[in-house]
């Protein structure tokens, strides 16, 4: 039997994947090609951008090179989440899946080609790139990983040595 933090890392990556995958539904068929939207003033804007690099616009020849490590990373990621026991970390592992696959998904189905289509983002804030549900994802994951990481939050079970199970 699983424990129950398994399942709260696969279900947060499939709720913020299926949200990520409706936005940029919803945004190429309403803001491709339009004038930027302003939703809250000039804080928040929505300014449709095919993405075919990675954060920041960098990376725009090394599409093939993001999608084979995204495809690494949801790998890990899931292999990991098999041994959760935190909760914590079940959702920031939950958010880094979905994140990862929500970019893939992109750069597999979408134009130019397989694995080097481009990102749908469609969120502005000033000073900043535009982003996507998936950006958003990455970023809070990344930011709680680094917390847990520094708070020491274990992910699985504390492993026993050989040693350990003799002593006992």
Do not use: C
């Not at 939703?39 to 095919?50: D, N, P, T």
């Not at 893939?104 to 804030?125: K, M, S």
């Amino acid at each position: 039997m699983r424990h129950p933090a398994v399942l709260v890392a696969w279900s947060t990556a499939v709720v913020v994947l299926l949200v990520d995958q409706l936005s940029k539904v919803w945004a190429v068929a309403t803001l491709e090609g339009q004038p930027d939207r302003p939703i809250i003033g000039e804080l928040l804007q929505f300014s449709f951008v095919r993405n075919p690099g990675a954060a920041f616009g960098l990376g725009d020849g090394a599409t093939i090179v993001f999608s084979l490590v995204a495809i690494i990373v949801a790998a890990v990621l899931l292999r990991m989440s098999t041994k959760l026991v935190s909760m914590w970390w079940a959702v920031a592992l939950g958010l880094m899946l979905a994140g990862a696959v929500g970019n893939l998904l992109d750069r597999i189905f979408r134009e130019p080609g397989f694995l080097q289509g481009h990102v749908v983002d469609f969120l502005r804030l000033p000073n900043w790139p535009v982003f996507n549900v998936a950006d958003m994802s990455l970023v809070t994951a990344a930011v709680m990983i680094v917390g847990l990481s520094l708070l020491n939050v274990p992910y699985d079970r504390p492993r026993h040595s050989p040693a350990d199970a003799n002593a006992a």
